[in-house]
C-alpha cells in the first residue's frame, strides 16, 4: 500500500489526532499527537491491512530554532508481511517532554528509548525500566540536544580533551619535531 | 538407546575428521612473518605517516577544513607586494607566507582525507609506519621551514606546458623517502 | 629401591647394620628424590611441546625468540614464575590459600612413587600399586577445592565445585577400567601387570581380547584427560566463561606450582596408561629391549608416554569444550555403562576355559589397529606435504 | 533439563525451603568472551540464571554529536569506527543514505566495486564472527585458521584502499580508489583457495563437530515473533528460518542482478533458531559471499571503467529532507536517518540504527534459564560488536 492509502486510512480512524502529513518527502510521514501514539502505533501493528510488525527505528531530533521549539520523536516502521514501510512522528515541547510509551506494542522500543531518554530527556510514561543506557548513570544533562554544552570535569575527570598540543605551542612551549624536507627514513631499518 | 548410539558414533566421528585436519596442518608451512627480521613492504597507497612539501605549499587551508579530527594547524599572512614571486612545483603562484604549518599525527586518525583537496598536491600520505615514540610531543610534526627554496621562475611557463596532474583522480606522486 | 639400597651397603658396609626402618626410608627418599627431580624436569619440556606443535597446528611458529627456535623459552617463562611477586588478594585465606596449590602438587607427584620404570628401577614395588596411584590423584581434588575457595572470587569459586564434579565422577569409569586389566593379571602391582605383557608386542595387553581392551584403552583415557583438567574435559578453567578457574587469583611461584601439577598429572596418567595397556617398560620386539649392557626400559616408557602426551595435545587443539551438565552426562551415562559392560564380559570371559588367555584370533590383530593408526596419518601428512608444494609453484607463478 | 528448584521436595517441605540464595555474578567489562565491552550482571543460582541485565554504554564515543560537528564526508571516518569489524558495510550504508538524499545515481562500475568490497567485507567479518564463537566454546584453531585468510582480504583492502581495517574507502558519490591493476587475479586466487581449502575445513573442524552441536543446537531458541517484535535482523533473524533479506527484498547497489541464495536456518541438529542455526547461517553466507564477488569481479572485467570519483560533488550540501536507508550489512540491518537543514555544511542528525543494539535487546529474554557457559554462547551467536551497540 503506498503512503497515500495509509493515511487515508490512518485518517478515518484517528482523524482528529493527526496533526500534520508531509506526503512529498522521502519518506512521507505522519505526525501524531502525543497522547495518541499508542493506539496509533496498536492499530497500525494489529490491523490486516497495515501489519506493521517491526518497528526498524525509533530517534529523536532536536529542532530549537524552529517556531514553538520542539523535540521529533520519529518512529520507522516496517511490515513483514506486506513489505512496505511508514514514518510515525511525535512533537513535543523541549522542556519537559513526556510521551507514552510502545514498549508494549513492540517490545524493540525498550531499549530505543531509553537511549532517546538519556541522549534528550525525553520521559517515557509506562517505560519498564527507564534508566540511562549509554551514559554513566550519574550524568547531569543530555548532550544530544543542540543548546548542550560539554562540562568540563565529571567527576574530576577532563571532559573536554585537555589544552591541545597546538594550544602549548601556540604558548611558546618548545614542542613538536622540526622541519624535515626529505620523508624519515624508518629508524628501525638502518 | 538407538539415540545414545548415534551420539557416540557422532561423537567419535567428528573428533575424528577434526583431528585429520588438524594433523594435516602439521605440515603445511607457517604464514608467520617474524617481524623485525622478516619485513613486509606495504603496498604504496597505505595510508601511514602524512608529509608537507613546504615549498609547494599555498596555505590555502583546504586541508585544515577537511580534517575530521581538526589536526591541522596553518598559520599564514599575505607576502608583502615588492617581494620576488615565488610559484609551487605544478605552476601555481604563492601568495601566501606560511608561518606556521603543524599536523599533531597523534590525532590524526589516518583517513586521507586531507591529502585530496590540495591544489598543489603537496600534502600526501607515505608508508612509513614505524615512528612510534616515547613522547607525544614527537608526534606533533612542525612542517613550516625558514630556509625553504621556492621557486623564482614559474615552472610551467618556462617548460612550456607542463602536464598538471589531472585534477579529476590524484595521483599521488611516489615518495622520495 | 633395592638398587640405592645394595649401592648403599657397597658404599658404606656398617649401613646394613642400622634398624630396617631407618635404612628403607633413606633408600626411598633417595630413590624419590631422584625420580622426582628428573619428572620434574619434564613440565618444562611438554610446556614448549604443547606451544609448538599448537603453533604448528595453527599454521603459525610459535615461540621462537627466546634461544634457537624458542628453546630457552619455557626455562625463560619458569625463571620469571618464580621471580614474579606471589600476590595474595586482600581478603584471602592465606593458610588455605597457600595449602591449596601444595595438595595439588603433592598429588600428582605421590603417583610415581610405584610407577615401574625399569625391570628394577622402581622406587617402591607396592603390591597394591593400583590402588595406590588411584588414591595420589584424587588427592589433588582437594587441593583444587581449597584453592578455588580459599580465593574469594566467584569465578575460581565455579571452577573449584566443577573440578570437584568432574574428578570424582571420572574416576569411576577410570577404576573401572583399570579393573578389567587387574582381572586379567590377577595381581595389583604394577611391575606384576608389566611382566604379564613380557614377549613382543602381540602379548601387551591392549591387543587382548581384540576390540574390548581398545574399549577400556579409550575409556581410560579419556578418564585421565578429564582426571587432569584437559580439554575436551577442561571445564574448572574454561578461558571463555570463568576467566582462569580455580588458579584466577594465583601469580608467581604458587601459578607455576598449579602448572607443573598439571603437566605432572599428564604425564603419570600416561605412563600408568602405558604401563597398563601397552606393556610398560617391553619393548615393542624383544631383541630391542636390551643394547649391549644398557637395559633400554625406561627410554621404552617415557616414548609411550610421551606418544600419549603428544595425542592430548593434539586433542587440546581440535575439540571444544564440553559443557558441565554435558560432561555428567558423558561421565555417568555414557563411560560408566561401557566399562561396567567391559568389566562383566571380560569377568566371564576369563572363567570360560576356551577364552582363558584371549580370543583366538588375538595375535593377528595388532597389524590391524596399528595400519588402521598409521595409514590414515601418513596418507593425511602426505597430501599435505603435496598440497603444499603445488602451493608454493603457484604463488611462484 | 528440569531446573534443580522445580524439583519435588519430599518429606512435605516445599521446594523453596530447599532454594539456595541468589549470587550476583558480574561478567564484567573486562571478560574474555563479551566481544567488546559488555557488562552482564547476571543472578545465577548455582550455575543457572535467574536473570540476566546488560550493562552497555562503556565504549559511547558520541558518534551522533561528532556527526553533528564534521561535514558530510568528514563522517565518513566516524562510521568506519562503529562497527570496526565490518567497516566497509557501515560507510556504504551512511554513502547510499547521503547519495538518496542528495539524489545522485552512481555509474554501474563503481556500484560494481561497492558490491565486491562490501561482500569480502562481509567474509571477513563472519570469519572473525564464526572464529571467535568457536573459541568461547573452547576451540582456538579454527578461529587462528580464518584470521589466516581473513589477513589475504584485508592484503587486498589494504592494496586498493591504504587501510587494513578502517578503510575510508566508500565516499559521497563514489569511492576513493579505483582498484589497482591485478586486484582481479589476486581476488581469484584467495576465493579459490577459501572454496577449496578454507571453507570445507571449517565445515568439519568446527561447524560439524558433535561437541560444538551439542553445545549450540538446543539453546537460544529464538522463534520469529519474539525475533521480529524485538527488530533481530541478518543472520540472527534468518537463523530462526525467516529468509528475509535487504539484498535480495529491497536491493540497492545493483544487488538484484546477482544471483545468490538467502540462507536460512533448518533446525539440522535442533530447533530452528537455536544458536547453531544463527552460526550455521553466517557460514553459509560466506560460501554466498564468494559467489557474489566471483560474479563482480567477471563483470568489471567486462565493462569499461569510468572514473571512480565522477559523481562526487566537490562541496556535499544536500537540499532540506530526511532520509532513512537500510542495508544489509553482515551483522544485520544497519539503517541511517540522515536529516539534512539544507543550510549548513554539517549534517543536522545522524542516527545510527545498529544492528547489534537490537540484538542485545532480546538478550534478557534468551538468557532466562541457561547456564553461565550457554550465557557465552549466546552472546556468540548473536555476534555482537560493542562499538556497534555504544555509537
Not at chain 1, 22 to 29: G, I, R, Y
Not at chain 2, 9 to 37: A, C, E, K, N
Not at chain 2, 138 to 156: G, M
Not at chain 4, 273 to 296: D, P, T, Y
Request: hydrophobic share 45%; charged share 20%; glycine share 8%.
Amino acid at each position: 500500500m503506498d503512503f497515500a492509502a495509509l493515511h487515508a486510512r490512518l485518517a478515518a480512524r484517528f482523524g482528529d489526532k493527526l496533526v500534520a502529513v508531509s506526503a512529498e518527502a522521502l519518506n512521507p510521514w505522519i505526525v501524531v499527537a502525543p497522547e495518541a501514539i499508542v493506539e496509533v502505533a496498536a492499530a497500525a501493528k494489529d490491523d490486516a491491512a497495515f501489519a506493521f510488525d517491526n518497528l526498524m527505528n525509533l530517534s529523536a531530533v532536536d529542532y530549537p530554532k524552529e517556531n514553538p521549539p520542539r523535540i521529533e520523536i520519529v518512529y520507522h516502521l516496517f511490515s513483514y508481511q506486506l513489505r512496505h514501510t511508514l514514518v510515525l512522528k511525535v512533537h513535543v515541547p523541549r522542556e519537559q517532554p513526556v510521551v507514552p510509551t510502545v514498549e508494549g506494542v513492540w517490545p524493540a522500543a525498550n531499549w530505543h528509548e531509553r537511549e532517546v531518554f538519556d541522549l534528550f530527556g525525553v520521559t517515557f510514561t509506562g517505560h519498564s525500566d527507564l534508566r540511562r543506557i549509554l551514559l554513566p548513570d550519574d550524568w547531569q544533562g543530555h548532550p544530544l540536544r543542540k543548546d548542550w554544552v560539554d562540562p568540563d570535569f565529571y567527576n574530576g575527570l577532563h571532559v573536554k580533551p585537555p589544552t591541545q598540543m597546538a594550544e602549548r605551542v601556540a604558548a611558546g612551549e618548545p614542542l613538536g619535531v622540526g622541519p624535515f624536507d626529505q620523508t624519515p627514513t624508518n629508524r628501525h631499518v638502518e | 538407546m538407538s539415540e545414545w548410539l548415534t551420539d557416540l558414533w557422532d561423537g567419535i566421528r567428528t573428533t575424528l575428521i577434526g583431528m585429520r585436519i588438524t594433523w594435516r596442518h602439521l605440515f603445511t608451512r607457517s604464514v608467520t612473518l617474524q617481524y623485525p627480521t622478516e619485513r613486509w613492504t606495504l603496498p604504496p597507497r597505505s595510508r601511514m605517516r602524512l608529509f608537507m612539501k613546504y615549498e609547494d605549499c599555498i596555505g590555502c587551508g583546504q586541508c585544515v577544513r577537511a580534517c575530521p579530527v581538526h589536526c591541522i594547524y596553518i598559520k599564514a599572512d599575505r607576502r608583502p607586494a615588492d617581494a620576488a614571486p615565488i610559484w609551487a612545483a605544478d605552476g601555481t603562484p604563492i601568495k601566501l607566507d606560511v608561518k606556521l604549518f603543524d599536523i599533531d599525527m597523534s590525532l590524526c586518525c589516518y583517513c586521507n582525507l586531507c591529502t585530496y583537496p590540495c591544489p598543489t598536491h603537496c600534502l600526501y600520505m607515505t608508508t612509513e609506519h614505524e615512528f612510534a615514540t616515547e613522547d607525544l610531543g614527537k608526534h606533533y610534526y612542525r612542517f613550516a621551514k625558514t630556509d625553504a627554496q621556492f621557486l623564482t621562475t614559474n615552472p610551467k611557463a618556462a617548460a612550456g606546458a607542463v602536464a598538471v596532474a589531472a585534477p579529476g583522480a590524484p595521483q599521488k606522486p611516489e615518495v622520495a623517502g | 629401591m633395592d638398587l640405592v639400597y645394595q649401592l648403599a651397603t657397597q658404599l658404606y658396609p656398617a649401613f646394613a647394620t642400622w634398624p630396617a626402618w631407618l635404612t628403607v626410608t633413606i633408600a626411598v627418599l633417595i630413590s624419590g628424590g631422584i625420580l622426582m627431580t628428573l619428572v620434574a624436569l619434564g613440565p618444562i619440556v611438554y610446556v614448549y611441546a604443547e606451544r609448538k606443535i599448537s603453533a604448528f597446528m595453527q599454521d603459525r611458529l610459535g615461540p621462537m625468540r627466546v634461544g634457537p627456535y624458542g628453546l630457552l623459552q619455557t626455562i625463560a617463562d619458569t625463571i620469571k614464575l618464580l621471580l614474579k611477586e606471589a600476590i595474595f588478594p586482600r581478603d584471602v585465606e592465606k593458610s588455605l590459600f597457600v595449602l591449596g596449590p601444595c595438595l595439588v602438587v603433592t598429588g600428582a607427584f605421590l603417583a610415581l612413587v610405584v610407577l615401574p620404570l625399569g625391570s628394577r628401577l622402581q622406587v617402591v614395588d607396592l603390591n597394591v600399586g593400583l590402588l595406590f596411584v588411584v588414591a595420589a590423584s584424587s588427592l589433588s581434588t582437594v587441593g583444587l577445592i581449597m584453592a578455588g575457595w580459599a580465593s574469594n572470587n566467584k569465578y575460581s569459586l565455579f571452577g573449584a565445585m566443577r573440578s570437584a564434579a568432574q574428578i570424582v565422577s571420572y574416576e569411576i569409569p577410570e577404576i573401572l577400567a583399570l579393573l578389567t586389566v587387574v582381572m586379567i593379571v590377577g595381581s595389583l602391582s604394577l611391575q606384576q601387570i608389566v611382566w604379564s605383557q613380557a614377549g613382543g608386542i602381540q602379548n601387551w595387553m591392549l591387543f587382548r581380547y581384540f576390540p574390548l581392551m581398545h574399549v577400556a584403552f579409550a575409556v581410560f583415557c579419556l578418564a585421565g584427560l578429564a582426571e587432569c583438567n584437559r580439554t575436551p574435559f577442561d571445564i574448572p578453567e574454561a578461558e571463555s566463561e570463568l576467566v582462569a578457574g580455580f588458579h584466577t587469583e594465583y601469580s608467581g611461584f604458587f601459578f607455576a606450582m598449579f602448572f607443573m601439577a598439571e603437566y605432572t598429572e599428564m604425564f603419570v596418567i600416561s605412563v600408568v596408561a602405558s604401563v597398563l595397556f601397552l606393556g610398560g617398560w617391553h619393548a615393542p620386539v624383544p631383541a630391542w629391549q636390551q643394547i649391549g649392557p644398557v637395559g633400554l626400559g625406561p627410554a621404552w616408557l617415557v616414548a609411550k608416554a610421551w606418544a600419549l602426551i603428544l595425542v592430548m595435545m593434539w586433542l587440546r587443539w581440535t575439540l571444544p569444550r564440553l559443557r558441565v551438565d554435558q560432561l555428567m552426562h558423558v561421565a555417568w551415562k555414557v563411560l560408566l555403562p561401557v566399562a561396567l559392560g567391559l568389566t562383566v564380559v571380560i569377568g566371564g570371559l576369563l572363567v570360560i576355559p576356551a577364552t582363558r588367555d584371549g580370543f583366538p584370533w588375538d595375535p593377528f590383530c595388532f597389524p590391524i589397529t596399528l595400519a588402521a593408526i598409521a595409514v590414515p596419518l601418513l596418507r593425511a601428512a602426505f597430501a599435505a606435504r603435496r598440497w603444499q608444494a603445488r602451493r608454493d609453484a603457484e604463488l611462484a607463478r | 533439563m528440569a531446573s534443580p528448584t522445580q524439583a519435588t521436595g519430599g518429606f512435605g517441605w516445599q521446594i523453596e525451603d530447599l532454594d539456595t540464595d541468589e549470587m550476583i555474578l558480574n561478567m564484567g567489562p573486562q571478560h574474555p568472551s563479551t566481544h567488546g565491552v559488555l557488562r552482564l550482571e547476571l543472578r545465577t543460582d548455582g550455575e543457572v540464571v535467574k536473570a540476566a541485565r546488560p550493562h552497555i554504554g562503556y565504549l559511547h564515543r558520541c558518534f551522533e554529536k561528532h556527526a553533528e560537528n564534521v561535514d558530510y564526508p568528514g563522517v565518513i571516518p566516524y562510521t568506519d569506527r562503529l562497527d570496526y569489524v565490518a567497516s566497509m558495510g557501515n560507510s556504504l550504508g551512511y554513502a547510499l543514505a547521503v547519495e538518496k538524499l542528495m539524489g545522485i545515481e552512481v555509474a554501474p562500475y563503481v556500484q560494481t566495486i561497492r558490491v565486491l568490497m562490501a561482500e569480502l567485507q562481509r567474509i571477513a567479518s563472519h570469519a572473525v564472527a564464526i572464529g571467535t564463537y568457536g573459541m568461547d566454546m573452547g576451540a582456538f584453531t579454527p578461529f587462528l585458521h580464518l584470521l589466516r585468510d581473513r589477513e589475504k582480504i584485508l592484503d587486498l583492502f589494504e592494496w586498493t584502499s591504504g587501510a587494513r581495517l578502517l578503510y575510508n574507502y566508500n565516499w559521497i558519490g563514489g569511492v576513493s580508489y579505483d582498484l589497482p591493476d591485478g586486484f582481479a587475479r589476486a581476488c581469484r586466487d584467495f576465493l579459490d583457495e577459501f572454496e577449496r581449502i578454507t571453507h570445507p575445513e571449517l565445515m568439519d573442524l568446527l561447524i560439524g563437530n558433535k561437541i560444538f552441536v551439542k553445545r549450540t543446537a538446543e539453546i537460544g531458541v529464538l522463534p520469529i515473533e519474539v525475533g521480529i517484535a524485538y527488530d533481530l535482523t541478518g543472520p540472527n533473524l534468518r537463523g530462526s528460518g525467516a529468509s528475509y533479506d535487504l539484498r535480495k527484498d529491497e536491493p540497492y547497489c545493483g544487488y538484484e542482478t546477482y544471483d545468490f541464495q538467502v540462507c536460512s536456518g533448518q533446525g539440522r541438529y535442533g530447533p530452528v533458531g537455536s544458536c547453531f542455526e544463527r552460526n550455521w547461517v553466517r557460514a553459509l553466507e560466506m560460501a554466498e559471499s564468494v559467489k557474489i564477488v566471483r560474479q563482480a569481479l567477471d563483470r568489471i572485467e567486462k565493462m569499461e571503467h569510468t572514473p571512480v570519483q565522477e559523481k562526487c560533488p566537490k562541496r556535499v550540501k544536500p537540499p532540506k529532507g530526511e532520509v532513512y536507508f537500510r542495508t544489509e550489512a553482515p551483522r544485520g540491518q544497519l539503517g541511517f536517518y540522515v536529516v539534512a537543514d539544507g543550510a549548513g555544511v554539517n549534517p543536522y542528525r545522524v542516527r545510527v540504527k545498529s544492528p547489534c543494539f537490537t540484538a542485545m535487546g532480546v538478550f534478557h529474554v534468551l538468557a532466562k534459564g541457561m547456564l553461565i557457559a550457554d550465557v557465552v554462547a549466546l552472546i556468540g551467536s548473536l555476534d555482537i560488536v560493542l562499538g556497534e551497540i555504544d555509537r
